[in-house]
């Protein structure tokens, strides 16, 4: 029997990527076009697909990782939407059913995040783990829970940048956030950075103070993480974490947070394993929505 | 073909519950019994289950919630064992593997809070919920995760009493915890109620502003959960939570910081049915070893 041709789409505010292939690391075919309106994007997408089929053979599955927000809960009327978002074009937009329609095959669906997070952790940096931890940490804190090789949603599904830190002593910014003020994204994202210290993190040098404060706001953020989820893995990636100094801060600072309560030697000791920079940060998406279509296609 | 019988432990440092039926809410026999030495303790527990398989017929599984800290690594040489436990007589003990060899079927293990969190999550208050949390606020904050009816465990199990909370402006307490001072349990666990007011909690009215604060530290504890598990219900049990006047302020409180964010009508609504006080407490732990055991029968 051969392989199903699995197809996938990373639905981003600003531009789609879509690809085939047999498995989420092995893509025959892939594009990539600017997101405008939910009609012609989708359309575009579906004749790319369309297109695929002709030469490939039939699609068994698709996945489709989303910009959000987005409804998760398979039991609403509206699942598989775009729902509130402020891109205002595409607010209640029906994707999943979209491609259903027209496609006919199981659609997988999850946030963006999610689909990344399942891309970069079973294919990148998390490989060998079952349950982890994948962070952006750049104009926003986001990023994906993975329980059991599967994404976390719960009631809706995590938002893990807007839990509240204390604040360092010496630092009397009141944050960014317009939900929450201090919380974590708030006080450790990029525009937090820039509002601080006058310049965007790019511009800072690599021994500026603003590194040593953002690795002890990013280490107190894991170390309720730890706390909360013991994951096996932590991979942080996004803009700010292209600042490579900051990473053994991070480590050094979550080990003071923990204080020995979380007697692993994977905390307790150098934690080079530990917390992660990822290995597939662009393609953690594409492969993340192949991998969403695995997984609709297994549950039929 | 008639159903396998479940035998259970529920191992607490004080005393032992021994439990045997034909599923976790059926209880057919039950012993308790204070806990000594592990060679006496476990040997009273096997007694009774050999008298109990006498008259029943032959047990088909075990499931131990057992106090800790324990090894739930099944790739360790040491799982299955009460490791570091400040209990002296007990550290270092393969309970698991004392059961195993007498008893020859399967033993689930979990931590007694896990396994209460499961009994009380699946039998109790988190009834019709696969992703939840179960919360004890007493000698100090505890708990259990679960996510897909499972207990989460990950790199060793969630410790959620101590995340790190941000101290009320009014409040200059340093906290209790002697790994992070300020942690949650640190602020809200029942030592630093007494040590703030000079009172334990019990014997302060109703009305005392004690109650106040401790709502508004374990709603900013809840407001982190919820961002990051995602939890369908939280469940409050503990001798804290028998103060019945905190949970409508702990409901306004962790809108308040949530702030909208996690739009939810269970959430953003009453919470009358989000954040519960137990059904089953004193029952939790045993339907939950009865669980495990359950569990541990699926899977051979």
Redesign the interface.
Known sequence: MSKPLLAGIEAGGTKFVCAVGYSPVEILRETRFPTTTPEETMMRAYEFFSGCEKDLGPIASLGIGSFG?VDLDLSSDTFGNIT?TPKILWADTDIVGFFTNRMNVPVGFDTDTNAAALGEGLYGAGRGCD?FLYLTIGTGIGGG?V??N?A?????????G??????RRDDPFPGTCP??G?CLEGMAAGPAIEARWGRPGIELPEDHPAWDLEAWYLA?GL??????????RIIMGGGVMHQPQIFPAIRRYLKE????????P??TEEQEEYIVFPERENRAGITGALLLAEDAASVQ
């Open positions: 927000p509130s349950t829970v329980v059991d599967k976390l949603h719960g009631l809706v599904h995590p938002e893990v807007h839990i509240r830190v204390a604040p939900f929450h201090s107190q170390a309720s993480m730890v706390l909360m989820l013991s994951p096996q947070f923990l204080n020995g309560y979380v007697d692993r994977e905390i």
